[in-house]
């Protein structure tokens, strides 16, 4: 894998596509710096290398061309402090500005490209449009893993008009790193926890992980499909009457391999969606009428993490319950500290996607697994053994 480490920058122009893709509010501050945070170690090599950095990144879905909301001028600031230097912006990412900016940069200077979907050719994958992206650069850095899944011009396109000269970004390494190491080398026993509301998000990575899992645990709301294609009681639970076929289907090819697929036992049911309705814990598969399951009880949690505590490899997609909910995240807390417990020990965890992610922040807890992907969307097509087309244009 190349890498920014295989490379020296020394009076180079490296063109370093970011994903700053960043929550702000009202007045346009940053609300969580987490994706810029993680790039700093790529750009900080760069830079001390003697090179200097021009950054591109989309914000937001801008619909027709520019607006004020989703300008990355916003985010000036923030990169001027943790960067230490003044960082200069173009107020488009492409023309004469941008190339004039470009072209006067010195070792140690950093440049903030505006909003590449600005211009709907970014998303379209426009390689004339990706042409005058890379003209503006000596080199191609992606270390935008969270845009990876999009064949987009800065994304994709861009790689071809650097054949000898383009790399992975440390963060984007780290993350195609971490997941092969789930999916191609994970040491056995290999668990996968998997949450959340709907099997439909799901289905495709069940069926990739099937035949690479010891244990397979499903929790959230999709676990009232499974229990009703078993023939459970479910009452209001969520459910996805369609996929009843496909999480039978899933039931009977884990029995044909071996894998152990684990259905909770018990849920914790709630009168209604709201965190002070009236509840009970249940059997999963009697929950009465008018009720819905909305986090897994006590008999599961314990079941769960004895298979956990067992693991040499644990990958965790998805809450186990309605964790937003104080009344609904005693599954879903338990899980991840299992999870923490057991990678300290030794097991290899990777955790991805939004809420799991937002569960392990939650907690406290992302210093106590192994790696926690900010992927979202790239990380699940991976896992679902799809091509990714920023990671196959620059090659692993």
């Known amino acids: ?43 900080r090599k760069i830079l001390s290398d003697g090179g200097s950095v021009i950054l591109m990144s989309h914000l937001g879905r801008p619909k027709e061309g520019p607006e004020e909301k989703f300008s990355l001028k916003h985010l000036l600031g923030y990169l001027s402090q943790v960067l230490h230097t003044p960082v200069q912006f173009a107020d488009d990412c492409i023309g004469d500005q941008a190339a004039e900016k470009a072209a006067g940069l010195r070792p140690g200077d950093v440049l903030l490209l505006e ?49 000898d000269r383009k790399m992975f970004g440390y963060l984007m390494a780290n993350e195609v790193t971490s997941i092969n190491n789930v999916l191609v080398s994970a040491k056995h026993p290999f668990t996968a926890v998997l949450g959340g509301a709907k099997v439909s998000g799901k289905i495709e990575i069940i069926n990739h992980l099937m035949d690479k899992v010891d244990n397979l645990i499903i929790g959230g709301g999709m676990m009232f499909t499974f229990i009703r294609a078993m023939g459970g009681r479910i009452g209001n639970s969520l459910v996805e009457e369609d996929l009843l076929d496909v999480a039978k289907s899933a039931l009977y090819r884990a029995k044909e391999l071996g894998v152990n697929l684990m259905i909770p036992v018990d849920t914790v049911a709630a009168s209604e969606f709201n965190n002070e309705a009236e509840r009970r814990t249940v059997q999963a598969d009697q929950v009465p009428d008018g009720w819905m399951g909305m986090d897994i009880g006590p008999e599961t949690m314990k079941n769960f993490a004895e298979i956990i505590h067992q ?40 955790i991805g996607g939004g809420d799991s992610v937002a569960a392990i922040n939650k907690y406290h807890l992302a210093d106590r697994v192994s790696y926690v992907s900010t992927g979202g969307g790239a990380m699940l097509e991976y896992m679902e053994g799809k091509v990714l087309p920023g990671v196959a244009a620059i090659g692993v």
Not at 130 to 158: C, P, Q
């Open 1 to 43: 894998m190349k890498t920014v480490d295989s490379y020296h920058f020394k009076d180079k122009k490296a063109l370093v596509r970011v994903d700053y893709n960043v929550p702000l509010d009202e007045q346009f501050r940053i609300t969580d710096t987490t994706r810029i945070d993680a790039s700093l170690p790529t750009l």
């Open 115 to 163: 909003n590449l979907r600005f211009h709907k050719e970014e998303t379209k994958g426009n390689e004339e449009f990706a042409g005058k992206l890379a003209r503006l650069g000596d080199v191609y850095v992606n270390d935008a893993f969270g845009s990876a899944h999009r064949a987009h011009a800065s994304t994709a396109i861009i790689a071809g008009f650097f054949p």
């Open 311 to 350: 693991s040499s490899t644990i990958l965790w997609n998805g809450p186990m319950g309605v964790f937003e909910m104080p009344n609904f995240e005693n599954g879903t807390r338990f899980i991840a500290e299992s999870i923490a417990d057991v990678t300290q020990k030794g097991a290899y965890s990777l």
